[in-house]
Nanobody, 124 residues
């Protein structure tokens, strides 16, 4: 069983930056591809970014390209999402997720474990 705990959310002004962290309690963290998703009020949960088990490959949603960076530290069992140039439309609850399936999954059903989420609010 893998437990994921997100942190780092908060209130930030438009144009600002935040770094989200997701810590895993599992000993097999380095074997999972990891992803970040977000869900705004009244909207579906959407894919943001994914990183391969080794950290060697990443994939981003169009909305995140050029502004967000996903990374991981397998020694610390942690995945990060560095967000910059934040916009009001980035306001959402952000979730990290772990996937047994490799290949930078981008769909919710491809992920096996989920965190509880952290709120990011961008004020304009």
């Amino acid at each position: 069983q893998v437990q994921l705990v997100e942190s780092g959310g908060g209130l930030v002004q438009a144009g600002g930056s935040l770094r989200l962290s997701c810590a895993s309690s599992g000993r097999t963290f380095s074997s999972y591809d990891m992803g970040w998703f977000r869900q705004a009020p009244g909207k579906e949960r959407e894919f943001v970014a994914a990183i391969s088990w080794s950290g060697g490959s990443t994939y981003y949603a169009d909305s995140a390209k050029g502004r967000f960076t996903i990374s991981r530290d397998n020694a610390k069992n942690t995945v990060y999402l560095q967000m910059s140039s934040l916009k009001s439309e980035d306001t959402a609850v952000y979730y990290c997720a772990a996937a047994i399936t490799r290949g930078l999954p981008r769909r919710r059903y491809e992920y096996d474990y989920w965190g509880q989420g952290t709120q990011v609010t961008v004020s304009s």
